[in-house]
């Protein structure tokens, strides 16, 4: 099932997206990872196998697959882009009785469910508005159970200051444990060099919370 609720406005970016993923290979976006390793180790650490994840942002990521594999059987994929999700609902077809598939604007997400673990790989840095970063961190609230797992990936202050082009934010353990606040505890974090496709490495962190 596809539900599609798109309202454009300047802070969708959607058509930004849109266009990256129909005019780059999907294998070539500077964010691409073949094995999505730390994510998935620690998705299966803290979770089993029938918790609802979702992944806010997924884009044409290969961690739903991965986890399909795995023998996960409740996931939810959110995206902005139209191409992408298309992209990433076609890929997974025979799996459709496992996985539901949003169109969203993950600042106007509602939902009947609650998760174990909500996934966001560089997602969030792109919001350098505190109001988005509060809308955000509402939604957060609002659809992970309590003692459920927020897995955040971000670029470090050691990465870029840009991705894809747009500004983003760069967070370390204490930028992100004061803007969180008390209502979630840290449980680990750990850093990432990524190779980008073009040559040179990515520095991201990233962190385990959870929902007190
Ligand atoms: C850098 S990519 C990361 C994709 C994926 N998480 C991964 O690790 O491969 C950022 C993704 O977030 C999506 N995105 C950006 N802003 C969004 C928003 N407000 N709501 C939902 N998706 C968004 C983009 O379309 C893009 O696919």
Redesign the pocket.
Known sequence: MLIIINTKSMT??FSH?DKV?TTKKHNQ?????DH?TISLDWIMQYTRQSDAII???????L?ADNLLAEGYNDLSL????KN?IEAIQKRLALEKDKVSFYN????KFSSKKQFKLWH????FH?LTNPDDQQTYIQKLDDYLQKDGFFLLATFSPDGPIQ??ELEIVQYDEKKITQLLGQSFKLIKTTTESHPHPNGGTQEFNYFLLQKQ
């Open positions: 969708d970016n997206w993923y976006v500077g964010w691409y990872q999505p992944d806010v942002g997924c884009g044409v990521s961690l959110l995206e902005l882009s992408a969203q604007n993950i600042l966001d790989r560089a997602v792109f991705c894809s």
